[in-house]
């Protein structure tokens, strides 16, 4: 897929230091016109029922008792992690309301953010919905558990630290979605070692909507370092002191404390290598190279000193990953029977 470069011609020389919605002014063409790029047509994408038994066929029974073979061998820990994935997609409607509070962008309903903003949700929402009819054909899951942690992290919200910056906004869709490639991906290594192939397929696809949904956040990011380097540096490290959590991290069980549930979750992805300390640093590694950190120019002293900050923090957070400890012992969810 082609990036999109920025013509330096076409930067416009008048946009104040930190005038946010100068710079999304200027980066609103690109939304409407680009973006497509990023998205793949409606009718060319995957949708679940390409992946799912056919309920019209003579062959659905003869097809959920396949599936269910294949699902009875997943390890307990890696359902656990694909229910919590299954949860936080399904959260969906919190991270679309959270971009739509976004300032500083216009917010035409036929305008670049908002027309992105729903065909990003349209992708998105295959993701939950996919992964939610196979937990319930599988047999393994508790339904009514499962979807009362649903009901209870829509409910909760997430607090994530971007406020309604655009730029904290992108810094840290881009991340996340780097995660989520990542801790899908390996979510499907994992099935198909185990044998459940169909899983594994339906984890891949996901993957790699999640990896293209990537590439468009960072090349926003990419935008608005050309013309406001200072204050994305500096939005850029304020979400890295913060630390980027996870959207889920408010993820408990009925009848728990809130974000509970998450600590067991992420125990599960560390130990199974799906989601790890050590991805956390190779994302932001990947996030200074992709938008060369080391190259922006034009920067104030506060913004030197971000980047300073920004190019120490991996060799740091790696040393502290090596010191980090994970329990052993798988925890016994209510999700799972
Ligand atoms: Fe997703
Ligand atoms: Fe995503």
């Known amino acids: 897929m082609a990036t999109f470069v920025v013509d330096m011609q076409e930067l416009p020389l008048n946009i104040p230091e930190g005038s946010r919605k100068e710079v999304m002014a ?3 063409p690109f939304m409407l016109n680009e973006m497509s790029e990023y998205l793949k047509p409606v009718e060319q994408m995957w949708q679940p029922a390409d992946f799912l038994p056919d309920s019209s066929r003579d062959t659905f029974f003869e097809e959920i008792k396949d599936l269910q073979e294949s699902a009875r061998e997943l390890p307990y820990d890696l359902l656990a992690v694909l229910v919590g994935d299954t949860i936080t997609e399904e959260a969906l409607p919190t991270y679309e309301s959270w971009l739509t509070m976004v300032e500083d962008v216009e917010k035409n309903e036929q305008g670049g953010w908002m027309k992105w903003v729903r065909a990003w949700t349209a992708e998105e929402n295959r993701h939950g919905d996919l992964l939610n009819k196979y937990l319930y054909l599988s047999g393994r899951v ?3 558990q499962f979807e009362m942690s649903t009901q209870y992290l829509i409910q909760d919200g997430f607090d994530i630290g971007t406020g309604a910056d655009p730029y904290r906004n ?5 991340f996340q979605e780097l995660a989520t490639n990542v801790s899908h991906r390996r979510v499907a290594g994992l099935s198909k070692s185990s044998g459940d192939r169909l899983l594994a397929k339906m984890c891949g696809v996901i993957a790699a909507d999640e990896a293209r949904h990537a590439k468009a956040y960072m090349s926003f990011i990419t935008h608005a370092l050309k013309v406001d380097p200072s ?3 500096l939005a850029f490290e304020d979400m890295m002191r913060k630390k980027i959590v996870m959207p889920a991290h408010f993820l408990r069980e009925a009848g728990e404390p809130q974000s ?3 600590s067991h979750f992420s125990d599960a992805a560390q130990r199974l290598e799906v989601y790890t300390a050590i991805d956390y640093v190779d994302i932001l590694k990947t996030l200074n190279d992709e938008w060369e950190i080391d190259k922006v120019t034009d920067l104030n002293d506060k913004g030197e000193k971000a980047r300073d ?3 120490k923090l991996p060799d740091r957070l790696l040393r502290l990953a090596d010191r ?3 329990p052993e012992a798988e925890y016994k969810f209510k999700w799972i029977l």
């Open 26 to 28: 200027y980066m609103e």
């Open 142 to 144: 508790d339904m009514r």
């Open 170 to 174: 992108f810094i840290y869709t881009s």
């Open 231 to 233: 204050e994305v540096m």
């Open 260 to 262: 509970e549930a998450f």
């Open 309 to 311: 900050y920004l190019m």
């Open 324 to 326: 980090a400890k994970i």
